[in-house]
Structure formats: structure tokens, C-alpha cells
């Protein structure tokens, strides 16, 4: 075993481990982040035209993690056994310099900024019993006013494309008036909408709600962010998702932060290091390092550091805290413990409009991050008390770029046959003369819904795989069911010819084997309360002072939007309190 | 990568480009020019000659030949998957397969462990054995085309083993299999001619579409492109 030294440790390379580690090094800390995967550049994985490759890029999964090194087990209820989660599907994490920020699609929001107090907000608006029970409403323990400077400055180091509502309490645009006060435009104007965008926002406008263009890190132009990076206008080529993007347009780890850091001699990115486990000291209260597994070598390594921030992406943060023994596992029947409580993921469902045969939606065409939303039935921006649920759904067109591939897989969809007589005529009516609708929902946390390890199962290297226990519960379904109900209005209003919604159904359980979206969070929330939080509110470890967990991990709920903007600002905010309070003087920064 | 002569390539493609040579025109001129295009037949790596042509009839059956043009084998769906086989996919290097393998929920997902190659090897000695108990001796890919989708639909929604396969898996494995076939780019074996993309309208690598963000409903005018260049 080899033992090396260094200020700080880093371990991932995605959004939040970026992001910190420029922070830190801009501190005058040495740095290093230790990825698990390869080394990856735009000018290769990007390349064109041979990035333009659906087989091996989103079918194959080029990008994405080896599932044959390691994985999860899922089970959806306690008294299962779980099994391995052999084949990608349900969700997508990434793997390799710039993480899953690399193949993302880019949809870029700030936060609801009621969802950081939900449980405040539900009990003020409804009630206590209102919250079912078994159900872990929680808050943030951070406000809107606080983050907004970190949103701000966010968007601005991806290039996001938006349109703005209000700016400095003024209105400033025709964005969305459901969204919090800004402090500044967006850095680059909105993306265009594509035809079946702007057709949504016609007939949402028509049936009474209130459309606006999705804030995208897709490059509506061409710009130079704060790092002095730079960013080609978006073709809408449609290759976003499970792709790096060949015109430099998608923000990324890759593209919009480490080609900085790469030049700061502070910095080191180590590849090919999978990072084990955090060491602790005797009394097991402060992290001395962390040991990895070089992968080139097979050679275990200690790289001690006075500093160790887990960026791993939301699930890997919250195995990392257990194979260290940092904080107490949560146990679901005693209700004890807080690392792998609040696990939660979020609802998706999909409907499809069919137009007349003369018009074409050209469903290839689209960014990943742009699109048109409503947020009418998102967050609290709607009355719950008579319809007794917690949480909601923005609900978009968001035309990404549909592949024929994954089209045809797919099927048709509607009652028309997924292959043989009659399948060909019907995809080519969906594919030419359709349109999808999403509802893009919260999922609440449950007491018997969480992450521990797994008895059985081990990844490669003799480690227990991390254990999912999730399915969907009552009041998710019905948030869902109710918000599908209202994209009814809005397909018949845009003229579709026939329609199919999609929705989930009472005592649906979770199917790994559908793609949903890879928007887990929560297992090692932040909170005001040791006892049901596993981090602070400058997400610092309540039992481990110098360990900072930094992701989707620190979500008490999950929430409607997409999850990157609020991680993007946490980190941020996580790395300002960081420089300004911690180095000064390290130590738990809220007193437990 | 092998590639058919070019110059016949081009003017098999230039046939294809119109939407209206497949549903108006004799689909002999077409089949003939697909096979004068690939002048020698491809000859499989992975699968035996038995396994062979049962693949070719079950892909044929799961997207066939009709008004809107070839079906997989036309469009060497068969061969895509054969050269699949030889790959980390085709080899299930990219699932994780340690054990223990425990029957569990079909909605906790994938739970054999058998990769891809495996499912296929398993499977279609089953399948045959199967059609041939069941329908005179006859092996699947020697059954009438209605008889042969009939017992993919039952395959289909089965839990009858096939080997260690499931039917409604090995199934599924043809399903996925053949449609990757149909619609990836030319350069992995399969949509030849381009004609998968070609049906759907989907113009392959060109990739940009700064001019058709929204052109009010119209149909995007172009047709595709390979990652090689070809057209169609
Ligand atoms: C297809 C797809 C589309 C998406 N689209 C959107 C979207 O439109 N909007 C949105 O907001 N979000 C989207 N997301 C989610 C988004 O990608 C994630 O929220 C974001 O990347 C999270 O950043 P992160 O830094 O927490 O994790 P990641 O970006 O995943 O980075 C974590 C890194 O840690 C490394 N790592 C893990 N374990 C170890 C270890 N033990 N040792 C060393 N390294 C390790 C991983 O290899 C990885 O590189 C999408 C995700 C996918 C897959
Ligand atoms: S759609 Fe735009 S942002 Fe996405 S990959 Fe293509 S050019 Fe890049």
C-alpha cells in the first residue's frame, strides 16, 4: 500500500466533485479528485461523426456505468429479497471524467422555493395530519434567498439559455411566473421552441395555464462563461442524452469547468481510482483520507487529506458513508440512524398525441434541456387541501431528440402491435406525426423506503453492494393520476387526432426494467435535526466534520424539477461556506 | 467493416430515397438489387446453419416484408446480430453477472445468468424442438409464415422454458435484437440501404437542424446519412 498527501480530496469527477474541487483549489488548497473511471474529452467521446451512433452511444450505453463491476440490489418492499440490478434501464448513472453531467440531457431549473420547507409549508397551508403517515417530510434547512446567489451563479458557468419572470422583484420577461425572484437574466436567452413545444404552448395558454420555455444548459448562443470556457451555439441535433455533445453546446463537467482546473497546478485527477471506503481516525471523528483501488494496477493506495468532500453521484454518496462507517445506518424498524433515510426518486409518465397526417413533429430534431413546461400543478403552486395528496408535476414537451432505435423498441405505443403485421405502419405514424407529454414529478420520502447494504451481494471489488428498498406509494400515484388528468384538455386543444395518456396505477410497483429517470436523491439528507438529517445545512457530515457529501443525496424529497441546477447550487454554496468559515477554522459548522 | 460495392450501393440507395418506390413499385426490383448489391451471402460467425435459419425467419416475421419495403433480412438484421454476438454485449460483459441467480419478480428485471449469446445457443435449440414436437417434425424456420408467427405470439406471452429461457425472453431478445438491426447505422451489419431509417424518416447522422427547429409542421426534407457517408 502506497501513501501519498494532499489538502483536499475530491472523490468523482461529475458536476458536484468539479465544482468543488475549482472551488478549493481557487481557496489555494492542493486538490485532487480520484475517479473511478476513464479520462474523458470531448474532442474524442464527442467526436463527429462517430459520436452520432445510437447503438453503441445510448443503447449500448457507451457512457454509463459498468454494471459488471458493480451495482445495486432492489427489492420493493422489506420483507423481499433484493436482487441485483443487472441490466441498465430504470436509471442511468454515469461513470469516467465529468460523470453523468456528461451524457445528461440539460433541462436546468433553480428549485421550488417551497419545496425547501415542504413540511413547514404543508403542515402551515393544511395541517399536521395532512402528512400521511409513515411519510418523512422534511425540510432543507436552507432558503431561497440564500441559495439564489449560487443558482446565479450556476447558470452562469453553464451557459444556461432561459427566459426570465421576474428580476429584482420586477418583471422582467415572459418566463415562468411561477419561478422565485432572480437576481440577474439568464446568461443566454431562451432556446427556440421546436414545433411541438410551441404547439403546447399555444394550447396550454388556450385551456388557462401558464406555458414558458424550459430553462436549458443547451447554448442558445455562442458564450464564454466565468472560467473563461467556451460554449458553440446548439443545432438541436438531438444527441444530448446518453451523449457528449460534439458542438461544445451542452454544458458539462468536460467543457465548462475542468478545461480551468486542468491548468491550475494545484490540481490532480487521478482516473481509474475507485475510492473504497473514507478513513477514519480511532474515535472514528474525523476522515485521515481515503484508500482507493488503482485499477490500473490493482494496487490499493492511501491518499491522505485534512479535507474529504463525496461527490459520487446520489446513491454512490450514501454507499461511500456506509462502507466508511460514517454517521449511524438507518434502520427503517426502529426507526434509528439517518445514512440511507429519505431515499426518493420522482414520478414520470409519458403520454402520446397523434396529429393529422399533414403535420410533422420530426421527432429527431430537439436539445436535451429545451422544451415547454407548466408549472401549475407543480410544487404548492396549486390548492391541495381537497385533493388530499403532497407534492406535484411540472408537466412539458420536452423533444429531446427521439432516436429511431429506441423509437421502435418502444413500439408504437396506444393499442397498435409492438412488431409483425401492422407494426411498421403504425410507427411510422407515431414517428412522423407525434408528440409526447410528460408529467415530471415529486416522490416523497416513507419510512420503510431506504439504502443500506446488502446482505448477499458484492461488487468486484468483495465490497456489499449498496441495497435499494423502493417502490411507489398512494400518494404519489395520486399526485401523478392527478396531474395527468389535466393534460387532457391540452392534447385535445392542440388538435390531436387520438392520444394516449400515460399514468401510474394504484399498487403499481417500481419496474427496473423501464427507463424513468436518473433523479434519485435523498439517503443522506440535509436538515436542522441530527436525529433525521445526515448533513448540515452546508452539507458537512453532522458525526465526521471534515467530510462534505455533495449531490442529490442531500434531498429530503424529491422534488418536480430536474435535480442538476439545485445540486450545482449546493455545491457552490456548500464550497463558499467552505472558504469562508471551514478553512478558517475547521470544525462542525452548526453546533449538533 | 465489409461494405458492398459502392457503385451499386449508390444506386440502390438512390431507389430507396423515395418514399413512393416502396409502396408503388415491384418489390422485385429491390429485392434483386439487395442481393446483386451483396453479391456473396453473409456467412454467420456465431450462429450454426440450423440456428441460422431460424433467425432469419424469426426476424423476418417480427418485421417483415410488405408495401413499405424490405424486411430484416433485407436488411440483414440477421447479420447485425450474428456480429453482435462477438461483442462485449453479445459476451454480457456489460451486465453484472455474479451470483447468486435467484428467480425473483419479473419487475426487479433480468435475472438469468445467461448473456446474450447463451439466450440465443439455448434457446433456438429449444424453440426448434418445440415446433418440430408440436407441428409435424418441422423446425420453426420450415413452417409456414402465419404458422410462424403464431408461435412467436405464444412465445411472446409464455413462461414455457426454453432451455433456461423463458419464452417470452428469448422472445424479447429477438424483438430488441432485430429492431437494433433494422435502425442502427449500416456500419454494425444491419439497415441496409438505409431503408429502416428511410421508412421512419429519420435522417441518421447529418445532426444538425438549426434551420428546422420549427418549420410549422413540415416535413424535414432531407434523407439519411450513414456515419460512412452514404446516403439513400
Ligand atoms: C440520461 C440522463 C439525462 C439527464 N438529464 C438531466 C437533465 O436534463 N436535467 C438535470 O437536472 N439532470 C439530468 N440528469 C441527472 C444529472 O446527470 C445528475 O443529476 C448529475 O450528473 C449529478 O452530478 P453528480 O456530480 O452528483 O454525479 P455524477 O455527475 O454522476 O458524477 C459522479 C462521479 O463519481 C464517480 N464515482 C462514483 N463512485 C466512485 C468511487 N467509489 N470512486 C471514484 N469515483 C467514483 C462516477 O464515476 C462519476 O463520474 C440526467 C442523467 C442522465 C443519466
Ligand atoms: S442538441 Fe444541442 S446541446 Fe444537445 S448535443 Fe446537439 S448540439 Fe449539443
Redesign the interface.
Known amino acids: 500500500m502506497t501513501t501519498k498527501k494532499t489538502d483536499a480530496i475530491v472523490i468523482g469527477a461529475g458536476w458536484a466533485g468539479s465544482i468543488l474541487a475549482k472551488e478549493l483549489t481557487e481557496a489555494g488548497l492542493s486538490v485532487t479528485i480520484l475517479e473511478r473511471g476513464e479520462d474523458r474529452a470531448t474532442a474524442v467521446e464527442g467526436d463527429?461523426?462517430?459520436s452520432?451512433?445510437?447503438?453503441r452511444g445510448a443503447?449500448?450505453?457507451r457512457l454509463f456505468q459498468?454494471?459488471?463491476q458493480?451495482?445495486v440490489t432492489?427489492?420493493?418492499t422489506i420483507d423481499?429479497?433484493a436482487?441485483?440490478?443487472?441490466?441498465?434501464?430504470a436509471f442511468l448513472p454515469g461513470e469516467g471524467v465529468g460523470g453523468a453531467g456528461l451524457h445528461w440531457s440539460g433541462v436546468h431549473f433553480r428549485v421550488a422555493p417551497d419545496d425547501l420547507a415542504l413540511r413547514t409549508n404543508v403542515v402551515a397551508r393544511y395541517g399536521k395530519s395532512f402528512i400521511p403517515e409513515g411519510m418523512n417530510l422534511q425540510d432543507y434547512d436552507v432558503t431561497y434567498e440564500e441559495l439564489e446567489p449560487f443558482f446565479d451563479k450556476a447558470e452562469k458557468v453553464f451557459g444556461t439559455s432561459g427566459e426570465p419572470y421576474t428580476i429584482k422583484g420586477k418583471v422582467a420577461g415572459t418566463g415562468n411566473p411561477f419561478a422565485p425572484d432572480r437576481s440577474d437574466a439568464f446568461p443566454l436567452p431562451a432556446m427556440?421552441?421546436?414545433?411541438s413545444a410551441?404547439l403546447f404552448k399555444k394550447a396550454a395558454a388556450n385551456v388557462g395555464y401558464h406555458p414558458y420555455s424550459l430553462p436549458a444548459a443547451n447554448a442558445s448562443a455562442q458564450y464564454t462563461n466565468p472560467y473563461g470556457v467556451q460554449m458553440g451555439p446548439c443545432?438541436?441535433?438531438?444527441?444530448c442524452s446518453g451523449y457528449d455533445c460534439?458542438m461544445y453546446s451542452k454544458a458539462s463537467p468536460n467543457v465548462n469547468i475542468l478545461p480551468a482546473l486542468r491548468q491550475d497546478p494545484k490540481f490532480t485527477l487521478i482516473t481509474k481510482a475507485h475510492v473504497l471506503k473514507v478513513d477514519l481516525d480511532s474515535d472514528g471523528k474525523k476522515a485521515t483520507g481515503v484508500t482507493y483501488l488503482d485499477l490500473r494496477t490493482n494496487q490499493q493506495v492511501q491518499l491522505q487529506a485534512d479535507l474529504v468532500i463525496i461527490s459520487a453521484f446520489q446513491f454512490h454518496n450514501v454507499h461511500l458513508m456506509l462502507l466508511s462507517g460514517i454517521g449511524e445506518p438507518y434502520d427503517p424498524v426502529k426507526n434509528t440512524g439517518t445514512i440511507g433515510r429519505n431515499f426518493v426518486y420522482q414520478t414520470i409518465t409519458t403520454s402520446r398525441a397523434w396529429?393529422p397526417s399533414?403535420?410533422?413533429?420530426?421527432l429527431?430534431?430537439g436539445a436535451g434541456g429545451a422544451g415547454v413546461a407548466i408549472d401549475d400543478f407543480n410544487s404548492m403552486n396549486f390548492d391541495h387541501g381537497p385533493l388530499g395528496f403532497v407534492g406535484g408535476s411540472p408537466v412539458w414537451v420536452n423533444q429531446a431528440g427521439v432516436?429511431?432505435?429506441a423509437?421502435?423498441?418502444g413500439g408504437p405505443g396506444g393499442k397498435a402491435p409492438?412488431?409483425?403485421?401492422g407494426?411498421?405502419?403504425a410507427?411510422?405514424e407515431t414517428?412522423?406525426h407525434s408528440l409526447t407529454i410528460d408529467a415530471h414529478g415529486s416522490n416523497m420520502a416513507y419510512r420503510d423506503i431506504y439504502l443500506d447494504l446488502d446482505p448477499?451481494?458484492?461488487n468486484a471489488y468483495g465490497q456489499p453492494l449498496l441495497r435499494m428498498t423502493f417502490t411507489w406509494k398512494d400518494n404519489d400515484i395520486r399526485m401523478n393520476q392527478y396531474v395527468v388528468s389535466k393534460i387532457e384538455p391540452i392534447m385535445k386543444e392542440m388538435g390531436a387526432t387520438r392520444y394516449a395518456l400515460g399514468q401510474l396505477h394504484a399498487n403499481d410497483?417500481?419496474?427496473?426494467?423501464r427507463y424513468q429517470t436518473t433523479h434519485l436523491g435523498g439517503g443522506a439528507v440535509m436538515g436542522a435535526d441530527p436525529k433525521t438529517s445526515a448533513i448540515n445545512r452546508y452539507l458537512q457530515s453532522w458525526d465526521v466534520s471534515n467530510v462534505f457529501v455533495i449531490g442529490a443525496s442531500a434531498f429530503p424529497q424529491g422534488m418536480g424539477y430536474n435535480p442538476t441546477g439545485m445540486v450545482a447550487a449546493l455545491a457552490y454554496w456548500a464550497a463558499y461556506h467552505i472558504r469562508t468559515t471551514y478553512l478558517k477554522n475547521p470544525g462542525p459548522m452548526v453546533q449538533a | 467493416m465489409k461494405m458492398p460495392s459502392s457503385t451499386r450501393r449508390r444506386f440502390i440507395g438512390g431507389l430507396l430515397g423515395s418514399a413512393s418506390f416502396w409502396l408503388y413499385s415491384d418489390h422485385k426490383v429491390w429485392a434483386d438489387a439487395l442481393v446483386a448489391g451483396n453479391a456473396s451471402p453473409y456467412a454467420p460467425r456465431f450462429f450454426n446453419q440450423e440456428e441460422w435459419r431460424f433467425l432469419n425467419a424469426a426476424c423476418e416475421r417480427i418485421y417483415p416484408t410488405d408495401a413499405h419495403g424490405p424486411g430484416a433480412r433485407g436488411l440483414g438484421a440477421p447479420e447485425f446480430i450474428d456480429r453482435q454476438m462477438d461483442t462485449a454485449y453479445g459476451r454480457g460483459e456489460l451486465w453484472y453477472m455474479s451470483g447468486p441467480f435467484v428467480t425473483a419478480p419479473a419487475n426487479l428485471g433480468y435475472q438469468l445468468s445467461l448473456p446474450p449469446r447463451d439466450v440465443y445457443r439455448q434457446g433456438i435449440a429449444a424453440a426448434d424442438a418445440y415446433t418440430r414436437a408440436h407441428h409435424d417434425g418441422l423446425s420453426f424456420a420450415d413452417l409456414e409464415a402465419t404458422e410462424q408467427t403464431a408461435v412467436l405470439k405464444e412465445f411472446e406471452h409464455s413462461d414455457m422454458a426454453l432451455g433456461a429461457v423463458p419464452a417470452h425472453l428469448l422472445f424479447e431478445q429477438l424483438r430488441q435484437n432485430t429492431l437494433e438491426g433494422v435502425f442502427s447505422d449500416p456500419l454494425y451489419g444491419g439497415n441496409k440501404g438505409l431503408a429502416g431509417w428511410t421508412l421512419l424518416g429519420f435522417p441518421g447522422a447529418r445532426a444538425d437542424f438549426m434551420d428546422w427547429v420549427n418549420q410549422e409542421g413540415a416535413a424535414y426534407p432531407f434523407g439519411p446519412v450513414s456515419i460512412s457517408g452514404e446516403t439513400a
Open positions: 463527429y461523426p462517430t452520432i451512433d445510437e447503438l443503447i449500448r450505453h459498468n454494471l459488471s458493480s451495482t432492489i427489492r420493493n423481499q429479497t436482487v441485483p440490478y443487472r441490466r441498465l434501464a427556440r421552441d421546436v414545433y410551441s443545432n438541436f441535433c438531438g444527441y460534439y396529429l399533414k403535420q410533422y413533429t420530426n429527431f430534431v432516436k429511431p432505435i423509437a421502435a423498441i409492438t412488431w409483425g403485421e407494426y411498421k405502419d410507427m411510422v414517428y412522423r448477499t451481494y458484492k410497483v417500481f419496474d427496473t426494467r
